[in-house]
Nanobody, 124 residues
Framework: QVQLVESGGGLVQAGGSLRLSCASSGRTVSNYAMGWFRQAPGKEREFVASSSRSGFSTVYSDSVKGRFTISRDNAKNTVKLLMNSLGPEDTAVYYC?????????????????WGQGTQVTVSS
């Protein structure tokens, strides 16, 4: 079993940056592909980024590519999402997820464990 807890969300002005963290208890995250998803009000949960078990390979959605960076520290059982050049369209609840499958999977149903989410609000 994996328990995930996100932190680092908040209110930021457009153009600013935030760094989200996801801490895992239970099984080590090195056994899982790790992903970040987000869900805005009235919208479906969407893929943001994912990392392979080693952290050497990553995937990003087109909407965040070049602005967001996913990283992981398996020794500390943590995964981070650095978000730069934020805009109002990035406002959402951000979720950390762990999956038994490949990091290339970008559908929420492919991930097995989820955190409770952290709110990110970007003001214009």
């Amino acid at each position: 079993q994996v328990q995930l807890v996100e932190s680092g969300g908040g209110l930021v002005q457009a153009g600013g940056s935030l760094r989200l963290s996801c801490a895992s208890s239970g099984r080590t995250v090195s056994n899982y592909a790790m992903g970040w998803f987000r869900q805005a009000p009235g919208k479906e949960r969407e893929f943001v980024a994912s990392s392979s078990r080693s952290g050497f390979s990553t995937v990003y959605s087109d909407s965040v590519k070049g602005r967001f960076t996913i990283s992981r520290d398996n020794a500390k059982n943590t995964v981070k999402l650095l978000m730069n050049s934020l805009g109002p369209e990035d406002t959402a609840v951000y979720y950390c997820a762990a999956g038994r499958g490949s990091y290339t999977q970008t559908q929420a149903l492919d991930y097995n464990y989820w955190g409770q989410g952290t709110q990110v609000t970007v003001s214009s």
